[in-house]
């Protein structure tokens, strides 16, 4: 439920009011609904709902005397009536004290010329989600960069990809990107940066570790993290304070670390600026080892986002979100307006430093602690790691989240400020009711129950992942077939995994066998990618082609993130001779082992491969034996087997007996009330139950016109539980009469839940 100052008290007798705005103008409205929904794929009576009917509303606009005296069409040029794709607020609420019910934009319009009116539809920002989005695999441990380099020890929430999905959407649980950054990391259950490359990264103190991550108000941050980067090139061509002023961001938890220092550092080779988070959460901006500029931390307490912005000259501030600001002057080592940055990195004690998110440094003076929160998110219900992630290749990113959520049994919406809001099941059906609702006298009071939402039992499909890694390439991905050419021909091959495979750190460096310049030892010991072939003749006599002689050329092209493209030319030779993307068959050369003749080619290899089997996981709740059974699909999002096991538990629990599903409930209206709110619904002697109603529904109606002020409500939701309310003696009377064997029979198959539920239901 929104919290408003001023709300007033006695929602009977306060006169309901609307606001509407369009492209920031106030426009009148005779009338006006909004219906929010959150609306699910798995069977009604599970608790949480995973999917999202996009908020949308109707307004009936009252035409003032300034547009009256025209005849209203879209044709005029006239900012009325309202166009397609114009912004939109809605605000309910009663006299001057309103609540924001929607942010969006005009979906479409429709009027008479013939009475002049106009009426709009209105929806929120989900089209932001209806592009595609492209993202390479991922792994809790990723290969090596190069050959015989380190593991790069990163780990791989379930949120970290869906904060990449949301942030490609506009959707930004902490800043988005500057167009300057050279590094940026999101941190959000993962080191891995969106900008950059990360060169290495564990828990601070345990090196084989992953860095690890808890919650923030944000989503994930760090909360033990050693990593080190490496920046791209900034668009200005410079990575030096000579003419830019370079800065450093994050975000930063809202409680205080503890024992520990969090520094945020950037590297001219040996000198150094850094952000700095004290144990007792003072912001400080470090020139070298001297402190030049802090925000106390009594200025930083209200404050999440933060940077250090040092220009040219020796100019250096502090700002923060909350509006807290810091100045000093410093003079820079010589090396930072004559040289590159060479390097970045994160430092912070052993979960007892700050937790941080969001870090970038960037070149340009661009007011990233001010950016809006579009997007808040929690772990998911288990947050355990993934050992993989699948690539995400051209898919709509509505299509993943949807995906995402069904699989976790996770909530998400868009709030009535357009923020994405993703709200693991234990954080929702956990939260304590908000308000008691006094449903008698009903009004109007709708419920569902349904026999598809009985399951005799839950079984979760999820994917159970073999892991080949290897510090050198060694890793066969993909193998040609061989072909033959002939001379002059040109052969071209695609190579891409299949659906259940995944290619991780592929070998782009196209070596040609027989021709040894290069070791042979690499191909013999089955390390790179190569090309090549053998001619032979019709006496079988063979020979490696020759780049040289022949005029033999290869080359490998990548084809976006996932693909590649071998094309080779066969060169010239005799027309009694023909070429063979193979090796030789015979011992021809001395220097190739036998165990590596006649191998089709060409060979494309990396430094780990990992491909997918289905793994199934039944809940330990049953139903009953004649319901029919559910496949909850899991994919990639859920792998642990302990948090599977939960999940599918938690469906199991709750598709166990028929749970009716409270339809709608006309209720005193109050525009505070959220999606996700759970409250108390009481229905007095009519009902004579209290349910606790987890709202998944709310559709509010305002109708404003001269001569009618008023405003309406309806709620819906998945009951959580439900309490009787008879009283012993109205069990007495229904009971008079009947011996205890009477009351048995009347009884017999229920539960002690169904008794306790309606204790007067029979009889």
């Given amino acids: 439920m929104q919290t408003v100052p001023g709300y007033p008290a006695d929602l009977t007798v306060a006169e309901p009011s609307a606001r509407v705005t369009v492209n920031g103008v106030v426009l009148n409205a005779e009338k006006v609904t909004v219906t929010r929904e959150l609306s699910s794929s798995l069977p009604q009576q599970v608790v949480t709902v995973s999917g999202m009917a996009a908020a949308d509303g109707d307004v009936d606009w009252a035409v003032g005397p ?14 009325f009536p309202p166009k397609p794709a114009d912004t939109v607020t809605v605000d309910m ?8 019910q929607l942010t969006g934009k005009i979906d479409s319009s429709a009027g008479a010329v013939a009475d002049g009116n106009v009426s709009s539809n209105v929806v929120d920002h989900i089209d932001k989600l209806d592009r595609r989005v492209s993202f390479p695999p991922h792994m809790s441990v990723m290969p090596p960069w190069e050959e015989n380099g380190p593991f790069v ?3 791989n929430s ?18 988005p990107a500057e167009f300057g950054a050279v590094v940026s990391a999101p941190l959000m259950g993962s080191a891995w940066p969106e900008i950059g490359k990360l060169v290495r990264a564990n828990q601070v103190g345990f090196p084989d570790f992953p860095p690890s991550f808890s919650q923030t108000q944000w989503g994930l941050g760090a909360n033990s993290i050693d990593a080190e980067y490496t920046p791209i090139l900034s668009p200005a061509g410079t990575n030096r304070i000579d003419d830019k002023t370079f800065q450093i961001s994050a975000s930063v938890r809202n409680v205080t670390p503890g024992t520990g220092t969090m520094d945020i550092s950037a590297w001219w080779d040996t000198a150094r600026l850094r952000l700095r988070v004290t144990p007792t959460r003072q912001i400080q901006a470090i020139v070298e080892g001297t402190i030049v500029a802090t925000i106390s931390s009594g200025d930083a307490w209200t404050g999440t986002q933060f940077t250090a912005r040092f220009a040219p000259g020796g100019a250096v501030s502090l700002y923060g979100d909350n509006g807290t600001t810091a100045a000093g002057t410093a003079t820079y080592p010589a090396i930072m307006s004559t040289s590159n940055i060479t390097r970045v990195s994160i430092l912070g004690g052993d979960l007892n430093s700050a937790h941080i998110g969001g870090v970038q440094w960037s070149f340009y003076s661009r007011p990233t602690y001010a950016a809006p929160r579009t997007a808040v998110l929690t772990p998911s219900a288990s947050n355990q790691g993934l050992p993989v992630m699948r690539r995400i290749d051209n898919q709509v990113a ?11 049994c996770a909530v998400w919406h868009l709030d009535e400020y357009g923020v994405f809001q993703w709200t693991n099941r234990n954080l929702l059906t956990g939260s304590t009711p908000t308000e008691t609702i006094q449903a008698d006298p009903i009004f109007d009071l709708g419920w569902d129950s349904h026999a598809k939402g009985v399951r005799s039992r839950v079984v979760a499909k999820s994917d159970e992942w073999a892991i080949n890694r290897s510090p050198v390439s060694n890793q066969t991905l993909w193998q040609g077939t061989g072909a033959s050419l002939e001379s002059g021909q040109t052969h071209i091959e695609f190579a891409e995994p299949d659906t259940d495979v995944e290619w991780f750190g592929v070998n782009t460096l196209l070596r040609t066998v027989g021709n040894w310049s290069s070791n042979p030892d690499y191909f013999n010991r089955g390390i790179g990618t190569f090309t090549g072939g053998t001619v032979s003749d019709d ?8 780049l040289a002689s022949n ?4 080359s490998l092209e990548p084809l976006g993130l996932f693909a590649y493209k071998f094309t080779v030319y066969a060169g010239t030779f005799p027309s009694t001779k023909t070429l063979q993307l193979r090796t030789l068959s015979k011992d021809v050369d001395s220097s190739l082992r036998a165990s590596r003749r006649s191998v089709d080619l060409d060979i494309l290899r990396g430094r780990a491969r990992t491909e997918a089997t289905p793994r199934y996981t039944t809940g330990v709740y049953l139903g009953p034996a004649e319901a029919a059974e559910l496949e909850h699909m899991v994919g990639s999002w859920v792998q642990d087997p302990l948090a599977l096991q939960e999940t599918v538990n938690f469906i199991s629990l709750w598709t166990q007996y028929p749970r009716p599903f409270l339809r709608d409930l006309d209720v005193v209206p109050d525009p505070r009330r959220q999606l996700g709110d759970i409250v108390w619904v009481e229905g007095g002697d009519t009902l004579r139950v209290r349910l606790k109603v987890l709202l998944t529904y709310i559709s509010t109606t305002v109708t404003a016109s001269e001569s009618t002020h008023e405003m309406d409500q309806m709620i819906g939701g998945r009951v959580l539980e439900a309490f009787s309310t008879v009283t012993n003696q109205q069990l007495d009377l229904h009971s008079a009469g009947r011996t205890n064997t009477q009351f048995d029979t009347l009884w017999a198959g229920a539960t002690n839940a169904q008794l306790d539920a309606d204790p007067l239901g029979r009889g």
Avoid: M, S
């Avoid at 609420?93 to 924001?100: H, N, P, T």
């Fill in 158 to 175: 379930p949120i970290f990809t869906t904060d990449r999905i949301l942030r490609a959407c506009g959707f930004n649980a902490t800043p």
């Fill in 539 to 546: 006496d079988n006599v063979e020979e490696w082609v020759q």
């Fill in 153 to 155: 020890l990163c780990n």
């Fill in 398 to 408: 509505l299509d993943l989240i949807k995906e995402q959520a069904e699989a976790e």
């Fill in 93 to 100: 609420g009663y006299g001057d004290v309103l609540v924001r």
């Fill in 551 to 554: 005029g033999f050329t290869a």
């Fill in 66 to 79: 300034e547009v009256a005296e025209r005849v209203q069409h879209p044709w005029d040029g006239n900012a």
